[in-house]
């Protein structure tokens, strides 16, 4: 790991860039260290694109006391194009426009070469960050793709607890996947998400093989999370992480 740039927030919060190999990656610390530290998913739109929405997490898990890490997703960014990737946005797109449904072919196409691919990046990521002084541990997992936090919760052990957006498609075979997690799951949905399939996302949630698991629905679309979910979100990782 490699930091390129540093930056102190004006809420006392160190933002650091870093590469690991090809992959760029934004570290946020707390003054308060050694901190546990949270995983920040987000959806393949590009650590610039999202960048508001992820320093607006790191800031709020930062005045908790969690350091929390990001990488650019495979072919996100400035990273090379995944070319059945783009082909699989391209068929999404068509059936979406044209008010077909979308096929378990396009789902699998587009978000099972994505976990392959950033589920051990993410692994690598940790390896570097946990041997930071600043990083303390335990270690949670929060956001989407949540085929990506389901498979991160099932291979990597040094994760302890996992909030989950949902709000992606999810394959199939992801399900089989999600009756193995076994970790405290805290499971946002958003129930009038355009994108979502409510029924999905809620068949999904019931094959969770978590003892503890929480399902918070709110009201409103994709982007209309309210800003009480974030609060309780924050009391999950505090209960578990601390």
Same mark, same amino acid.
């Given at each position: 790991?490699?930091?390129?740039?540093?930056?102190?927030?004006?809420?006392?919060?160190?933002?650091?860039?870093?590469?690991?190999?090809?992959?760029?990656?934004?570290?946020?610390?707390?003054?308060?260290?050694?901190?546990?530290?949270?995983?920040?998913?987000?959806?393949?739109?590009?650590?610039?694109?999202?960048?508001?929405?992820?320093?607006?997490?790191?800031?709020?898990?930062?005045?908790?006391?969690?350091?929390?890490?990001?990488?650019?997703?495979?072919?996100?960014?400035?990273?090379?194009?995944?070319?059945?990737?783009?082909?699989?946005?391209?068929?999404?797109?068509?059936?979406?426009?044209?008010?077909?449904?979308?096929?378990?072919?396009? +789902?699998?196409?587009?978000? *099972?070469?994505?976990? =392959?691919?950033?589920?051990?990046?993410? #692994? %690598? &990521? /940790? $390896?570097?960050?946990?041997?930071?002084?600043?990083?303390?541990?335990?270690?949670?997992?929060?956001?989407?793709?949540?085929?990506?936090?389901?498979?991160?919760?099932?291979?990597?052990?040094?994760?302890?607890?996992?909030?989950?957006?949902?709000?992606?498609?999810?394959?199939?075979?992801?399900?089989?996947?999600?009756?193995?997690?076994? +970790?405290?799951?805290?499971? *946002?949905?958003?129930? =009038?998400?355009?994108?979502?399939?409510? #029924? %999905? &996302? /809620? $068949?999904?949630?019931?094959?969770?093989?978590?003892?503890?698991?929480?399902?918070?629905?709110?009201?409103?679309?994709?982007?209309?999370?309210?800003?009480?979910?974030?609060?309780?979100?924050?009391?999950?990782?505090?209960?578990?992480?601390?």
């Amino acid at each position: 790991m490699q930091f390129t740039s540093e930056q102190r927030l004006d809420d006392g919060v160190l933002r650091r860039e870093f590469t690991l190999g090809e992959i760029p990656g934004i570290l946020w610390t707390p003054a308060s260290a050694p901190a546990p530290l949270i995983l920040l998913g987000h959806p393949p739109l590009g650590l610039r694109k999202m960048y508001p929405r992820l320093v607006a997490r790191a800031r709020h898990s930062a005045a908790e006391g969690f350091a929390t890490a990001t990488i650019e997703l495979p072919g996100s960014g400035d990273r090379p194009r995944l070319p059945a990737a783009e082909q699989a946005r391209a068929d999404l797109r068509r059936a979406m426009e044209a008010g077909e449904p979308v096929s378990d072919e396009i +789902i699998d196409a587009l978000i *099972l070469p994505l976990v =392959d691919k950033a589920v051990p990046e993410w #692994q %690598a &990521a /940790l $390896d570097a960050l946990l041997s930071l002084p600043e990083i303390g541990g335990p270690v949670g997992y929060s956001g989407g793709v949540i085929s990506i936090g389901i498979r991160l919760a099932v291979v990597e052990p040094r994760i302890s607890a996992a909030g989950l957006f949902a709000g992606s498609f999810v394959p199939r075979a992801m399900f089989e996947e999600a009756r193995q997690v076994t +970790i405290p799951l805290h499971v *946002l949905l958003q129930w =009038d998400d355009e994108g979502n399939d409510r #029924q %999905a &996302a /809620l $068949d999904l949630f019931d094959a969770f093989g978590s003892k503890e698991k929480t399902l918070h629905a709110n009201m409103g679309g994709h982007t209309g999370v309210p800003q009480f979910a974030g609060d309780a979100a924050a009391q999950f990782f505090t209960r578990h992480l601390k």
